[in-house]
């Protein structure tokens, strides 16, 4: 992958709603050679979604509760631990999931609308599962930094308007 | 007696002959008025890098709140020695060759008062730092000043240079990556310059604080050309590179007994630079590098941004090479700059600076800093192409 590109991904991970022309002007490519090089990177699954970080706590209808589940499971022989994984992030429910080191062997993200749908969803769904052998839920109680962005109003520009 | 003439008789004949600064009469002007999108600051739009903020706060916790040694803690110097040698390939002794300073500004001040005998002349290269010529009159010299142009991209030509020199010049200012222009030179073209200089036997004082910020090719010491080291003075500092404007500090290397005349001033004037800000400083050349190259990056992003869009709008303006300012011509307008930047300002809310006031060559130019968001940048662009549309 050459310097360009990895320029570009950067770029749009800050901010996914930067027009091509602005980036093209950033980059020093024209905008054709900018568009064409975003296409190829989502072609190859590079660039896999533009997301939004949304601090949900501000729009009061539309709480959620996240949780992380620590879960250990017995994990099948061949096919390792990849098979109950997927059986897991299938569920809507599930935000995110990543194989531990540790002392547990999956992080499963649940987003859901009460404390009551997650704890739902753990005892029905996650500790059902064959292969799973405990879970630990912890609750999120407030987000400060998601994905490299902190939520709060800490970053004003404190400058004078006009220094040497 | 009248008040008046007291008055008059109060101040020092040195400090009646140098003029108020021109940024602060429009700064004046600028912070009167609301919803202003400032184009105005020369200072990085970062806040200076976690660690080392951290390490200042650590410092402090610590219980570090006393003087250092004169020219600084051991440490730091021994740290700025290092990090010269690997950006720049340039060797300097800790020992007696390297002073820890209030900002380059103080570095600056004592270069000049160290070198300067009533009289001496100082060839200032314009348009440039608005401190340059009033430090030169405070030290007792004479500030010579030498016009670069848009046409040489805002670089000293040897012919330039030769044609400001008479017996009394003792020194030239040199600063490439340039504030306002952000012109570089190549150490070609410096070395043109450098074979004059040492023909007329002067004294080079280098403002480097821009090096980090070059974006097209590396940045070029006039101290690396031969023989040019012991007759240079490298001004720089922690300001711009790591976003460290309000801390303070800034160091100067240079040959030993340069170092130490300057030594003698510094340690009667300041003791020694704020010990939390050294602290600080030391942090930042162990662990601030990436952070460096990260805002360096953006930079160079938003050059190229602001150029392209500068031309799109009908506003000339040559590239940048470094530091963190357009300076496009404003010419085509027929207005002066003062009266472009102050009607942009009333019109348009968008604070600009006069070209003049960073001396002559400057008139029909804006300085327009790049290190702010993207979203000002475009907004600030809309604005000015309606301005320009509208004069
Ligand atoms: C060329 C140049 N030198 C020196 C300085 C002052 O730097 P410091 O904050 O280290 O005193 C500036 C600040 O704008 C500058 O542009």
Redesign the pocket.
């Known amino acids: 992958m050459d310097e360009k590109d990895q320029e570009i991904l950067h770029l749009i991970e800050e901010n996914a709603r930067i027009s091509v022309a602005e980036l093209a002007k950033m980059v020093d490519l024209s905008v054709e050679e900018t568009a064409l090089i975003i296409k190829e990177l989502e072609e190859r699954k590079v660039i896999l979604g533009y997301a939004t970080v949304i601090d949900w706590t501000k729009v009061t209808s539309t709480e959620t509760v996240t949780a992380m589940i620590d879960v250990k499971v017995t994990p099948k022989r061949g096919v390792g631990f990849d098979d109950v994984a997927e059986r897991i992030y299938r569920f809507s429910e599930v935000r995110a999931l990543y194989l531990m080191s540790g002392a547990y062997d999956l992080s499963v993200v649940i987003e859901g609308k009460t404390m009551n749908e997650v704890a739902r969803f753990v005892s029905d769904k996650l500790s059902t599962i064959d292969s799973v052998i405990s879970t630990t839920t912890h609750f999120q109680l407030k987000k400060y930094k998601h994905d490299g962005v902190t939520f709060g109003d800490n970053d004003r520009d404190h400058r004078i308007v006009i ?2 | 007696m009248t008040a008046k003439l007291k008055k008059s008789i109060r101040t020092s004949k040195l400090v009646n002959e140098i003029q108020p600064s021109g940024i602060r009469k429009f700064f004046d002007l600028a912070t009167s008025m609301d919803n202003i999108i400032s184009l105005g600051v ?2 990085p739009d970062f806040i200076t890098p976690w660690v080392i903020r951290e390490a200042c706060i650590s410092s402090l916790e610590r219980g570090y709140t006393s003087y250092t040694a004169n020219a600084g803690m051991y440490e730091l110097r021994v740290g700025i020695a290092n990090y010269l040698r690997k950006q720049f390939q340039l060797s300097y002794n800790p020992d007696e060759e390297i002073i820890v300073t ?7 001040d004592i270069a000049l008062r160290a070198i300067i005998d009533p009289g001496d002349e100082v060839i200032v290269v314009e348009p ?2 608005v ?1 340059y010529a009033p430090l030169v009159t405070l030290s007792g010299g004479k500030p010579i000043s030498v016009a670069t142009t848009v046409e040489s991209n805002f670089r000293l030509t040897p012919t330039q240079l030769i044609n400001a020199i008479t017996p009394k010049t003792k020194a030239i200012m040199l ?1 490439f990556p ?2 306002p222009t952000g012109s570089t030179m190549t150490s070609e073209e410096l070395l043109e310059i450098a074979k004059i200089v040492e023909e007329h036997d002067l004294i080079v004082l280098s ?1 480097e ?2 090096a980090e910020m070059t974006y097209d090719g590396k940045h070029a010491s006039i101290a690396n050309i031969k023989d040019m080291r012991e007759r240079t003075i490298i ?1 720089s ?4 590179a790591f976003a460290m ?1 309000g801390w ?3 160091f100067v290397t240079g040959p030993a007994d340069i170092i130490s005349a300057m030594l003698k001033i510094h340690q009667y004037s300041m003791m020694c630079a704020p010990t939390m800000a050294q602290h600080a400083a030391i942090e930042a050349l162990q662990n601030g590098m990436e952070d460096v190259r990260k805002m360096v990056q953006s930079y160079k992003q938003r050059r190229n941004y602001i150029v392209k869009s500068f031309q799109e709008i009908g506003l000339p303006c040559h590239n940048p090479g470094g ?1 963190f300012y357009a300076f496009p011509s404003i010419k085509g307008t027929g207005l002066t700059s003062e009266k472009f930047a102050e009607q942009l300002l009333l019109e348009e809310r968008v604070a600009v600076v006069p070209g003049h006031v960073f001396g002559s060559g400057g008139e029909g130019h804006i300085r327009c800093s790049y290190a702010t968001s993207l979203d000002n940048l475009k907004e600030a662009v809309t604005r000015i192409g309606r301005f320009m549309e509208k004069l």
């Not at chain 2, 209030?102 to 600056?108: C, L, R, T």
């Not at chain 2, 500092?237 to 711009?240: A, E, L, M, P």
């Open positions: 220094t040497p | 020369g200072e209030v900002g380059a500004s103080e570095a600056i440039t730092f401190s600063s340039n504030n403002d604080i821009y001004i500092g922690f300001s711009k404007t303070r500090l800034g530091a």
